[in-house]
């Protein structure tokens, strides 16, 4: 750890005192941590260690960088006074929030504005501020380097993925694949499910480091579920159509980010075999990068801007354009991140192109990203809808479209393949029980036979809307 957070010696001379911006001489030789930690302190008697410890952390040991965000925080927070939390580790380094609460269920503004990214760090700032939740130093640090270790072996072989969008074929600007945890769960991929139209070239079996760490990732997930819904949704509740069932990844798809310039755009994660409401457990690996999330805002409908009272603008002073400003939440080596349940409904998450980086000593540029996943039995290709092309189709929801907003759909998914045609446009509105179950076809059943009858009901159900 020292050595991974460590940076060069800083002379502090009485104007930085004076003037916590100014930024010192790194010119010198190693320092440790303490020695960081002591620096900050001078500069901000207030704060908690483990505070600055956090800040530290998450500009991997660089004290100016850290001086720099603790003096803007300063800057930005109100002058009223705030009561510091006296248990450690609970005050956020950057204290936006001192409460457990959601901006949801505690009635918090947000803190985004348009065109203004705001930067998170602490536990306590993410998980009230964005549909996520952080444990950082997850793994003991053998275990994180023997599955960093496991997994560089494997970087080589990684491709991009090809997919269609607007008639244009294009390639992820990273390399990734796919693992799956039994050697059935493999055969049941190439044989029956479908990504953006194709089947998927490269599948393989669960890495034994992986498969350790994958039980590690289920107990702790679990836990911050557990954790989300008691302290951060109303009444305590798990959300509409969200499985009350133990979360238990038995898949996951491995990202490499090779150097700044390696990135993925905003989008939401595909629903169709995990169901609706879906959780995933995101473990970071080498180089820090930023993730960033923006919340998606439905499109007004023509009439709300003909008519806008003082009352309205009181009750709702932010504008879209603020509520769908960016997060950067800030992922070191070793970091676990859980995108709850209301994340790919309701959210867009992407990793953000860095004009710099800071080279990890085992990982060098590189970044290694394992998104654990649960693939839910009942969403198999073999239980859900099929398009008229014969290909299983996607899950979807609308997000945009304030009237329909929040309800699934089930899409043909060939006009996105690659080599592909347009498809056939088939659609089928999705029905869910609450606890995310599908009904409205046979589980198991035959599709054809199923098919008129459920078009019948789709049709009946579009000319009400």
């Known amino acids: ?92 380094a950057l204290p936006f929030t001192l409460e457990n609460k959601s901006p949801s269920k505690s009635g918090l503004p947000p803190l985004t504005r348009k065109g203004k990214t705001l930067h998170l760090y602490t536990p306590q700032d993410i998980a009230t501020h964005t549909p996520c939740s952080i444990v950082h130093n997850f793994l003991p640090p053998d275990l994180a380097n023997a599955l960093l270790d496991e997994l560089l072996a494997e970087v080589p072989s990684y491709e991009s993925v090809r997919f269609k969008i607007f008639d244009r074929v294009v390639k992820s600007p990273h390399t990734a694949c796919f693992y799956v945890d039994s050697l059935v769960e493999l055969q049941r991929q190439r044989s029956e499910y479908y990504y953006n139209g194709n089947d998927l070239g490269d599948i393989r079996q669960i890495l034994p480091v992986m498969r350790q760490v994958s039980d590690l990732v289920r107990d702790a997930v679990n836990k911050e579920i557990a954790i989300r819904i008691r302290d951060f949704y109303p009444d305590s509740k798990k ?68 008519e806008k009272t003082k009352s ?13 400003g960016q997060i950067a939440i800030h992922l070191p080596h070793n970091s676990l991140l859980v995108m709850h349940a209301e994340m790919q409904e309701e ?16 990982a060098g540029n590189k970044r290694i990203n394992i998104t654990y ?33 929040g309800r699934y759909m089930w899409m043909c998914q060939v006009g996105n393949k690659p080599d592909g045609g347009k498809g ?33 009901a789709c049709d009946s159900e579009l000319a009400h809307d």
């Open 1 to 92: 750890m020292e050595s991974f957070i460590s940076c060069k010696r800083r002379r502090v001379s009485a104007d930085t005192l004076a003037n916590p911006t100014t930024p010192y001489d790194e010119d010198h030789e190693e320092e440790t941590t303490d020695v960081k930690l002591a620096i900050l302190s001078s500069l901000y008697p207030e704060r908690h260690q483990n505070d600055l410890l956090e800040v530290l952390l998450s500009y991997e040991g660089s004290v100016n960088l850290a001086i720099e965000s603790l003096s803007a925080s300063i800057k930005d927070s109100p002058s009223t006074p705030t009561r510091r939390l006296t248990a450690p580790g609970l005050q956020s």
């Open 239 to 306: 959300l509409k159509y969200q499985s009350p069932q133990e979360w238990q990844p038995n898949a996951a798809f491995v990202n490499c980010y090779d150097g700044g310039a390696q990135h993925v755009g905003y989008h939401s994660d595909q629903l169709s075999y995990l169901g609706p409401r879906p959780i995933i457990g995101s473990l970071s690996l080498g180089v820090a990068r930023e993730f960033r999330v923006r919340k998606i805002v439905p499109k007004d409908d023509p009439d709300d801007n003909k």
């Open 312 to 324: 309205d603008s009181s009750n709702h002073p932010a504008s879209a354009a603020d509520i769908s």
């Open 347 to 362: 959210w867009k998450h992407s990793i953000a192109p860095a004009v710099t980086i800071t080279p990890h000593p085992v």
């Open 373 to 405: 996943r649960w693939y839910r039995e009942e969403f198999r290709p073999k239980h859900t809808p099929k398009c008229r092309c014969g290909v299983p189709c996607v899950l979807k929801t609308v997000q945009r479209q304030r009237a329909n907003r």
């Open 424 to 456: 056939c446009g088939w659609f089928e509105w999705a029905r869910f029980t609450d606890d995310g179950v599908p009904v409205g076809w046979k589980v198991g059943g035959n599709e054809d036979a199923n098919r008129k009858k459920r078009e019948d």
